[in-house]
């Protein structure tokens, strides 16, 4: 998958699910589930130190799923998660040697930022979208209003603190995109397998990021 084709369906999903997991197999599990729930997307942490394996094992069995390494925080890192077949780079802060290795492979990257000089220094890095991380403890979506105003040409990914009921706010609010882990991805959903739960959790998401954004845009 090229980098145009990536970034168009993170765009176009408004939702990067992040698996933050203790096993490959729950790993899996979640991407597998979150694929046929209509959330062709994941991130896989490298708090997983088989992270990369997981990577590999879902970029070659789903060549049109948009899976990526998340907390990258060092070049080496990024290159043995690109070499395994990640089609995006994450990390909680902006990392510029990170996001200038993304580049160079033509993957896409969305470093962590939180005030605006930092926000500003990542987009000029080249980043594709800047992650507001952590969104809920500076403010939430009062913040991300605020951050849109001076720097509405600026794509931001809400991350820390989403869930049900704040996600529609965060899109009124001009995040594109919001990051999702335990609430779409509960501990007790993986461990038992329970892909009713997880599927039942995605059509909610999906639904209120439409319905938020048809809102915005009306």
């Known amino acids: 998958m090229r980098h145009n084709e990536a970034r168009k369906r993170i765009d176009e999903i408004g939702i990067v699910p992040c698996a933050r997991v203790n096993s490959p197999d729950h790993a899996i599990f979640a991407a597998e589930t979150l694929y046929t729930a209509g959330i062709p997307i994941v991130e896989i942490t490298l708090t997983l130190l088989e992270g990369p394996e997981a990577i ?3 970029a070659k069995r789903f060549p049109d799923l948009v899976v990526g390494a998340g907390t990258v925080l060092d070049e080496e890192s990024a290159r043995r998660c690109i070499d395994a077949g990640a089609r995006f780079l994450t990390s909680p802060g902006f990392v510029p040697e990170v996001v200038a290795y993304a580049k160079k492979a033509g993957v896409v990257v969305f470093p962590g930022a939180l005030t605006a000089t ?14 507001i991380f952590p969104t809920a403890p500076v403010g939430g979506t ?17 991350t820390g603190g989403v869930n049900q009921l704040t996600v529609f706010d965060y899109i009124i609010a001009g995040a594109s995109a919001i990051g999702v882990g335990g609430e779409l991805l509960p501990k007790e959903a993986l461990l038992h397998r329970q892909e009713f739960r997880i599927h039942e959790l995605a059509r909610r998401f999906l639904s209120m990021v439409k319905e938020a954004r048809d809102q915005r845009d009306a």
């Open 142 to 158: 009062h913040y991300v209003r605020a951050i849109k105003v001076p720097l509405p040409q600026i794509p931001l990914i809400v």
């Open 118 to 131: 930092e926000i500003i220094a990542a987009w000029k890095a080249g980043a594709d979208f800047v992650k």
């Open 56 to 58: 590999e094992n879902l």
